[in-house]
């Protein structure tokens, strides 16, 4: 009797200190916990970057660039962009099927989708463009940077199909 006084306490004594060591996270292995959360983190390598917003300008002869923004779906980068044509004549920013973005790794290509019936995007003299462009494909996990080329295969020189560039659009994670 004298023994099964005191055997009762000390097992309820070390049952709640087993069920508290697997209940409650601070009671537990801390290496095990950084373990785990470095697995979810791992689990997850190829996540989206958030929106980025930018006021991204670019003046090359007399066409005016301006990127706004860029957002990331799973197989899209939609790229926020205003275009004013400050020339005399129609511009064209898709003339070749040449305006793209490109990201920092040289690996990815992402092609404009442009509209069926717009597919050379013109702009009339003195009006600016607005709008959401889209370029095919998911952004590579490894990319921190992307490029726009608008008419990349165009002459720097010829009027009509400006050849312009929006560097450094660094990505946010």
Not at 96 to 125: A, E
Not at 148 to 159: A, E, T, V
């Amino acid at each position: 009797m004298f023994y099964s006084r005191r055997l009762i306490p000390l097992i309820i004594l070390l049952s709640l200190t087993a069920t508290g060591c697997q209940f409650l996270p601070q009671a537990g292995n801390k290496e095990a916990q950084t373990e785990s959360g470095a697995s979810d983190q791992e689990a997850t390598p190829n996540k989206l970057p958030p929106e980025q917003i930018y006021d991204k300008q670019v003046n090359q002869d007399e066409v005016w660039g301006l990127v706004k923004k860029i957002g990331f779906t799973d197989n899209s980068i939609v790229v926020t962009l205003e275009m004013t044509n400050g020339s005399k004549q129609v511009i064209e920013l898709n003339a070749k099927d040449d305006m793209y973005l490109m990201d920092n790794t040289r690996d990815s290509r992402y092609n404009l989708v442009p509209p069926p019936n717009n597919r050379t995007l013109p702009i009339q003299p003195g009006t600016t463009l607005k709008g959401d462009f889209v370029f095919t494909g998911r952004l590579s996990p490894r990319a921190n940077e992307l490029t726009l080329y608008i008419n990349s295969s165009s002459s720097r020189s010829d009027g009509q199909t400006p050849y312009i560039t929006f560097n450094e659009m660094f990505i946010r994670r």
